[in-house]
């Protein structure tokens, strides 16, 4: 049964040099791991922490979704907020931090190629 049959929704997240890409439910379960042959050359400790992390930013890109999905439903405001479902500017300032952290490149969808 896939994720879309149970009522959840799919995020995706890459890795600044695009060379690890995830997709997860809202709840952050990886349904697809892609890892280029050159990343497996990382200490194990670093590609695994790197790996949950894009986890967690795919969960929390679905959540948004959902978040999306239940106020055009009529749910107010503040109940989504009770319900931790992140908003947009909330999640796009915890990605520029933890960028930041990881001293990764901000992504950006104006970028027009890869760095």
Do not use: F, K
Request: glycine share 6%.
């Amino acid at each position: 049964m896939s994720a879309s049959e149970l009522g959840l929704l799919v995020g995706t997240a890459e890795s600044a040099t695009g060379r690890i890409s995830v997709e997860t439910t809202e709840l952050g379960l990886p349904l697809s791991v892609v890892v280029d042959r050159a990343e497996l050359q990382r200490h194990p400790a670093d590609l695994a922490a790197e790996i949950v992390r894009l986890c967690r930013q795919s969960a929390n890109r679905a959540r948004l979704a959902r978040r999306a999905d239940l106020a055009e439903a009529g749910v107010a405001h503040d109940v989504l907020n009770r319900m931790g479902l992140p908003t947009a500017d909330g999640l796009a300032l915890a990605e520029l931090v933890e960028e930041t952290e990881y001293e990764y490149a901000p992504w950006s969808w104006l970028r027009s190629g890869r760095d």
